[in-house]
């Protein structure tokens, strides 16, 4: 899909936001995020990532997700990119300090039309995921349509975002959103809706998962049906105790 200027005025304009946002954030983006960035370990787990596999984030942020990724999986390359240039230099920096650098190669990138494998050489990913970063792209939805289409055959698409809280009392739930919003964070209502019809151009099986009261939400677009652990049942207290504890 080719871009316009407009759409080119409008991504250099989101890159520059991003860069103001976390030019300070990213010194400890990690340490806070963790707070409440829940599910995150629990999607790359499930990603079931091949030995010798290919691996792509969209969003990379500090590199926290590739790193984590890497050590799970010590015989596979990772790529990541990042609009945000202040980011990717907190990322450069955290994979540098860890035995996987060799293995993890980064990119400065817009999600909605960023070619990667042309960029890294590659002819295609066996795994692609998005970490909390749907909620924050404008173009949502073509970024998550143009990611599939960077999948080798048999390759699967992951997903952890927030969700639509429905679980939650109306107060709480409108107290996050708004909260969130402060970050440039939009929980995305028609997520399940545009997997799904994804889902039906492609072939591929959606299965989702909803953690805390529908606070977040694990998703997946594969061949087949790869079913996502499942988090214990507990209260909305329960959750938050345990995903909180350091």
Known sequence: MMRTGTDNMAAHGHAAMMNRVYRRQRHFYDLTRKYYLFGRD????AMAIPEG????EVGCGTGRN????ARRTPHALFYGFDIS????ESAKRNIHRGNAASRIFLAQGDAESFDACAHF???????IFLSYTVSMIPGWQQAVRHALTQLKPGGSLHIVDFGAMDGWPGFARSAMQHWLARFHVTPREGLHQHLAELAHETGLSLHTTRLGGGYAVIASLAPGRQPIPQPA???AIDWFAQATHP
Do not use: I, K, P
């Open 42 to 45: 629990t999607m790359l787990e």
């Open 53 to 56: 596999g290919r691996v792509l």
């Open 66 to 69: 590739l790193a984590a990724a």
């Open 85 to 88: 240039t202040q980011m990717l």
């Open 121 to 127: 050489r590659v002819g295609g990913f066996d795994r």
């Open 233 to 235: 049942r507990r209260s």
